[in-house]
């Protein structure tokens, strides 16, 4: 059964702590992506990966940090210097060709929440 | 810098009515424009469009691109209280071989009542 896994559902932050949130997929799929959504908004891109031990930046990167050792797993940290976590936060993945465009899939989300 | 915009944000229509969303886009190195449905968690696909005046069709959606003026729309026939959700419209900016990335709108809600 193929897809994309997230946990957990939902997530506690307490002042000043780090949390981590899992991404894992099946599809064996090269890209990963994770995106925020703040009630009304679309999704703003955090970070991007198109290969193992590579990722980008993107819009909105300050606060937050990724990894990517294996090709199924792209783990996103949401740090203390992050001052305004509550948010929706989405992992999707894509197959790429670097030529035609691809589809990206997504997870199921965690809702994370600052105490 | 890039944008997508989505009309209207909001929109209750009844059981049966037609709808038409829009998404309209200025992104540098286009390459594809995408659709998806948002109910409470995951978007799940819809649409890709890449070429312009093409319309593509599942059941009672269709959608088509307009790549000279820069939008897309979204129809929506006979509608049903299940359609009610969030549409979101996102493009795909990419320059060369590398990664493309996704640009998204704000997204419209609809609410269809029995």
């Known amino acids: 059964d193929g897809g994309i896994t997230q946990s957990p559902k939902y997530l506690f932050r307490k002042e000043g702590q780090n949390v981590t949130l899992s991404c894992e997929q099946n599809?064996?799929?090269?890209?990963m992506y994770w995106y925020r959504q703040d009630p009304g908004q679309g999704l703003r891109l955090i970070y991007y990966?198109?290969?193992?031990?590579?990722?980008q930046k993107g819009d909105i990167a300050e606060g937050y940090s990724v990894s990517r050792e294996k090709k199924e797993s792209f783990p996103l940290t949401v740090t203390s210097a992050q001052k305004n976590p509550t948010a929706f936060y989405l992992c999707?993945?894509?197959?790429?060709?670097?030529?035609?465009?691809?589809?990206?899939?997504f997870g199921p989300g965690t809702r994370l929440l600052v105490l | 810098e890039d944008k997508v915009v989505q009309s209207p944000l909001s929109l209750v229509v009844h059981e049966g009515d037609t709808v038409t969303l829009n998404c309209s886009y200025e992104v540098t190195n286009f390459r594809s424009l995408l659709w998806y449905k948002q109910e409470k968690k995951a978007p799940t696909f819809l649409f890709m469009l890449t070429s312009s005046g093409i319309e593509k069709k599942s059941g009672r959606l269709s959608s088509i691109l307009d790549k000279k003026e820069l939008f897309s729309i979204l129809n929506i026939t006979a509608t049903q209280t299940g359609d009610s959700a969030v549409y979101l419209c996102?493009?795909?900016?990419?320059?060369?071989?590398?990664?493309?990335?996704?640009?998204f709108g704000r997204g419209t809600q609809l609410t269809v009542w029995p």
């Open positions: 999707a993945s894509s197959q790429t060709s670097g030529i035609s465009s691809e589809t990206q899939y």
């Open positions: 996102a493009v795909e900016a990419r320059r060369g071989s590398t990664l493309g990335r996704l640009y």
């Open positions: 599809l064996n799929h090269d890209a």
């Open positions: 990966s198109q290969i193992v031990n590579d990722f």
